[in-house]
């Protein structure tokens, strides 16, 4: 089956935004099995999209139509894909129901705003269409059949398209395309992808079905076996010893192969399991590894402070980091990350701390303390081990990598001094 | 003159990379003031790779293709575009004295390599090409011109890429094309899209040059204002009494009128510029708040620590929350906002701080206290405003919503009690 994407936008015409919904898109389509052949972007403009989707339609079984199904005028993509699939417009009741609770809801919070007009506009919806509901926003998903042929209508926001992507069209797509492919992640953190794939050469080179693909994540490596059978358990029975091989090479190394797991619901596992209370300490991470920590729902089980000790004056007063500490050894050294993980323990009485202090950049570096060097300390049963990074990259990415690595340092050090609780 | 973008690479078709070419090739065409109606991807197949560059071809004056320069068999971007222009291939000498020179100099620091056969295929170029030099890898991009009409192909790796096409690409299209599009940013939040679309929309129904376009973003709206002219000088002078008029409409709530700004940028200027020290104290969202502030390079000047009070002893602890407001109004409520905002500037002795107590679920919800309830608090000045939010969405685009709303009421508070200092 031929799915072929079409996404709507002037911003990206005029290269305003990175189209990141094309990629996303792209690989969950290879992902169910089809195929692409093309993608293409276009306007606003009713002419030059009613060209593109009839074209897409002639050569492709399904269209995925991305963009252009806001309240605007400008949005004109349900309309031109109505006319193109010879479809009437109707309001349907449902649609506005779910608008009216979003906007009663959005209302309550932004007391000064009022529902308009145009907001009814996206509850107008082509005949016989299958309403895919939106519960980040107030546009429907829709989609169009005809003559064996779909058509997928998608909003624009990523974080509207990909929950609706995946609870709804997947499911549909999966069952127009009677082969599936069907794959198992495995996530593995704290080796580079190199020495990763150094590691499985010989698996990847004698690949045929499944097939192993590797993707580098900042301080992870996720190895996605895939295989392609008549149904799913066919298919699990090809990638079971595949996963078992890579368990045997890569060990610990691995957390998890579960695809919806990430490293951060992991660690927060880990201190559930051994009912841990966790404490951070941040000081060029600026709260981003807390904030990592709390998109695990559930996370205040385990987590109970962090603290952003940005200042000296912060260091000294929240974690008791020692004055001679900061004078001799300065802010961004071993001996600080240190005192840092200790002080946390001892000032909030938890289990285990983290601590990060670096230098993010773009200005503070000097030749003996370069940008992109940053501390990371974990303190465990009284064990505190400090492990010393040199990052490159912009302030942002020196962040992110500090980050996971506070993350694996967390987790491996659970894992070695609470090895026997499960 | 109207522009096209032809991507080719399978990569872009299976999602395994991101198409940034596409972003950067269509901002460095508007501002060069070309049209672009329709950007394409294809993958490396002759004959829907020849069907896409014709029709690109006949409906636009300059096609730019990207990608498939390679020296491998894949790699027929060269070779299609010389058909469809009914070019003949021949050696060019001097691409092939380069080609030469770079890989001399590329084997040096790769001892275990050797140039292969397939690494002259590059040296071959379409008759009466107009030549581009790659300083930075083989390929040599190429502009073949025809009736008026040009093709341009250049390498896909961006690095390759950009270069060539700021040094010898702009100059070429800026010679064609002598009318330029310049545009301004007017940045708003705490309003609105479809409220900002009302206030506007007579400047948008009468809009002819300068355009209005409104991009919505989370808790802010982006408005561009586009002029085409002559020069540069000419389309400012378009676009000044444009943004006037917004300024007028929109007033305080226009946060930067600098494309680059980011609404955290703002914030932290605003403390710099009068002196003020921040603490802030979150609770659900759990650091990314602080974060976000930490994103600005010199933050640390304003910003001394982040409290992340996630259980109720830390609210107590750290920000001196009453034991009996969290008994009888619970942590999620108005008066726990407050009491942690101005305990917060007790406890650490700073001039401003911003707090944030709510539910970002999916558990916790109750009916009088639903999820997406949440409170956001600001002291300043000894004055505390509390504001109540309710928010839609998953998780994390509740604590998303958060965090811009804290900083819109962080910035309203300063520029109410610090109107002066400037």
Chains 1, 2 share one sequence.
Request: aromatic letters at 4%; a neutral charge; one cysteine or more.
């Amino acid at each position: 089956m031929i799915a072929e994407l079409v996404c709507v936008g002037t911003e990206l015409l005029l290269g305003n935004i990175v189209n990141t919904n094309a990629a996303y898109l792209a690989e969950k389509c290879a992902g169910l099995g089809l195929n692409m052949y093309y993608q293409s972007v276009v306007g606003d403009n009713e002419e030059r999209m009613t060209q593109v989707i009839r074209q897409a339609l002639e050569r492709s079984d399904v269209v995925i139509l991305c963009g252009g199904l806001g309240p605007t005028q400008d949005d004109m993509t349900k309309e031109v894909a109505a006319r193109v699939m010879g479809k009437k417009l109707v309001e349907d009741p449902h649609t506005r129901k779910c608008i009216q609770e979003y906007m009663d809801n959005y209302l309550l919070s932004h007391p000064g705003l009022r529902l308009t007009e145009n907001n009814w506009k996206q509850a107008i919806v082509p005949e016989d269409a299958i309403i895919l509901d939106n519960g980040n926003g107030t546009a429907p998903g829709l989609i169009l059949e005809k003559e064996g042929k779909s058509m997928i209508l998608l909003p624009g926001p990523p974080n509207e398209l990909k929950p609706m992507f995946e609870e709804q069209v997947a499911p549909y797509l999966q069952e127009k395309q009677p082969e599936i492919i069907f794959s198992k992640m495995v996530k593995v953190c704290g080796v580079g992808e190199s020495m990763v794939e150094d590691q499985i050469r010989d698996l990847i080179d004698s690949q045929t079905n499944p097939t192993i693909a590797t993707y580098a994540k900042t301080g992870e490596v996720h190895l996605r076996i895939t295989a392609r059978a008549e149904n799913e358990a066919a298919a699990k029975k090809l990638i079971k010893p595949v996963v078992k091989e890579l368990k045997i090479r890569f060990g610990e190394k691995i957390y998890t192969t579960d695809e919806k797991k990430t490293l951060e619901e992991c660690v927060i596992e880990l201190l559930k399991d051994r009912k841990l209370e966790l404490t951070t300490v941040e000081s060029c991470t600026g709260g981003a590894l807390t904030a990592r920590l709390v998109n695990v729902p559930g996370a205040s089980e385990v987590l109970k402070q962090g603290l952003i000790t940005y200042s000296n004056k912060a260091k000294r007063k929240f974690t008791l980091v020692k004055k001679s500490t900061l004078k001799t050894e300065g802010a961004v050294s071993a001996r600080t990350a240190k005192e840092m993980a200790q002080g946390a323990v001892a000032s909030t009485s938890c289990d285990v701390s983290v601590s990060v202090t670096g230098l993010a950049g773009p200005d503070g570096g000097t030749k003996e303390k370069p940008v992109g060097l940053v501390y990371i300390g974990c303190c465990c049963k009284d064990k505190t081990e400090v492990r010393e990074f040199h990052f490159n990259g912009n302030r942002s990415k020196i962040r992110e990598q500090a980050v996971v690595q506070a993350l694996i340092l967390l987790r491996e050090s659970i894992l070695k001094h609470y090895y026997c609780s499960l």
